[in-house]
């Protein structure tokens, strides 16, 4: 049950270690962090650091193997339905229409579609694919097929996003495009949302705060609060403050002019 006062995340002295006995890979080791239940943070961190491992830990894929993991409240033992997850590539399925897609979670949940087929069609709207409800995926853009994930990991409500690395595979002016666009529908519904990217620039523009991760094992090195007015457009990313986070955020993780 959903704790209404309680953060959406709130992680501490976590450790993930791959292996028995004391042996194998350590990814991740003493990561503390906390989201709210509104708010938007983005990670960085260099590659290997254990990014995707920590969403795999908080999602309940994996287990941790020391510290304390708990979502709104309650420890985390596993996999629930109050995460919505979004995946690097869209992975629709070819054979069914762009609102059967969104409607999955549904279908494999056994709940019954028609409770959610009017909210489905909402949410296509919201994401400006209304008219693409009975199109198969195929006929979609990368970046209009990303919208309907999107669509899709937020179709039984759940009060908490996790995205990894959502738009790495989309060329710049799309994935600049996918980044308005995802501030527009993160406005309207205002979900908890920790998002993976490792483009600076990316996660300043999104991000309520950014954290970055150390190379392996990871841990947290810093958490920046961005100071920049919403609702952001593009032109935000011209600004002295704007290139002032990013110089910043890149120089902590060793990327220099």
């Not at 920590?54 to 941790?64: F, T």
């Not at 039984?156 to 990894?164: G, K, N, Q, T």
Request: charged share 20%; aromatic share 6%; glycine share 8%.
């Amino acid at each position: 049950m959903v704790d209404a006062a309680a953060p959406a995340i709130e992680i501490a002295g976590l450790s993930k270690r791959y292996g028995h006995d004391g042996k194998g890979t350590l990814a991740l080791t003493d990561v503390d962090v906390t989201v709210g239940r509104h708010e938007f943070v983005t990670l960085v961190g260099p590659s290997g650091c254990g990014k995707s491992t920590l969403l795999k830990v908080i999602s309940g894929i994996e287990p941790a193997t020391s510290g304390s993991v708990r979502r709104f409240g309650e420890t985390v033992t596993g996999p629930t339905p109050d995460i919505g997850m979004v995946f690097q590539s869209p992975v629709l399925m070819n054979w069914r229409t762009i609102l059967d897609n969104v409607l999955f979670p549904i279908d494999a949940l056994g709940l019954k579609r028609r409770d959610y087929a009017d909210k489905a069609m909402a949410l296509l709207k919201l994401a400006g694919l209304e008219s693409f409800a009975k199109a198969r995926p195929r006929e979609l853009s990368g970046g209009m097929q990303q919208r309907a994930a999107l669509c899709r990991a937020l179709i039984y409500d759940p009060p908490f996003l996790l995205m990894d690395e959502p738009f790495g595979a989309l060329d710049a002016l799309t994935r600049d495009q996918m980044n308005v666009e995802l501030m527009r529908i993160w406005s309207e519904t205002k979900k908890a949302t920790l998002l993976i990217t490792h483009s600076v620039a990316e996660a300043v523009f999104l991000a309520d705060r950014v954290l970055v991760m150390s190379g392996r094992p990871g841990s947290i090195l810093a958490d920046v609060a961005i100071d920049l007015p919403r609702p952001r457009q593009t032109s935000v990313r011209t600004t002295p403050v704007f290139g002032e986070y990013v110089r910043a955020l890149s120089a902590m993780l060793g990327v220099h002019d």
